[in-house]
């Protein structure tokens, strides 16, 4: 069984900064990637940011100069700085940890709104 816990949305005005945060914990090995994805209403999921084992991020045009990918390998924890916000960038963020299969997270709220 593997749990991911994500940490750090709300709700921040346009031009704003957020820190998400996602721990895995549990039956964790051969991780191939950590990440983020999002879910507007109305909207398919989309992929936010992906970052490796060995460390190269994917990051789409849209959030790409906007949006940083990080990790911390000893505590299983992937993080996602978002600076700049838009209000598009408003939906719901998904930690995603990719091993033989997808994991997800909860889900946490990002809203950006003045």
């Known amino acids: 069984q593997v749990q991911l816990v994500e940490s750090g949305g709300g709700l921040v005005q346009p031009g704003g900064s957020l820190r998400l945060s996602c721990t895995a914990s549990?039956?964790?090995?051969?991780?191939?990637?950590m990440g983020w994805y999002r879910q507007a209403p109305g909207h398919q999921r989309e992929m936010v940011a992906l970052i490796t084992s060995g460390g190269q991020t994917t990051l789409p045009d849209s959030v790409k100069g906007r949006f940083t990918i990080s990790k911390d390998i000893a505590k299983n924890t992937v993080y996602l700085q978002m600076n700049s916000l838009k209000p598009e960038d408003t939906a719901v963020y998904y930690c995603?940890?990719?091993?033989?299969?997808?994991?997800w997270g909860q889900g946490t709220q990002v809203t950006v709104s003045s």
């Open positions: 549990g039956r964790i090995f051969s991780i191939y990637a």
């Open positions: 995603n940890l990719k091993m033989a299969v997808d994991y």
